[in-house]
């Protein structure tokens, strides 16, 4: 879990990060909260990435809907792991 109080004040960065494995699943899920300049984003359909060190860790490509105070986006789907048991 990581939290950035900061980027909710001053409307920039990432505020909340979740990310879960389930093991019986073999999925994860990823919630985050996220603040910044949306004005250039004009299609609803958007790929996030998330990446450490380089590597891409996943890619989920959603519909978004727009509204005041920005996008936004549900995932009914989780995300297959990649990782392997050491």
Known sequence: ?????????D???ISDLRIEYSPHRN????RMHTYGDSSRATEP????????SG???FARTATWKQDPAGW???????LTSTATAA
């Open 1 to 9: 879990m990581y939290r950035n109080r900061d980027a909710k004040l």
């Open 11 to 13: 409307r920039l960065g």
């Open 27 to 30: 999925v994860y899920e990823v």
């Open 45 to 52: 359909e958007m790929t996030t990435d998330g990446c450490a």
């Open 55 to 57: 590597t891409l860790l």
């Open 72 to 78: 936004h986006a549900k995932s009914a789907r989780a």
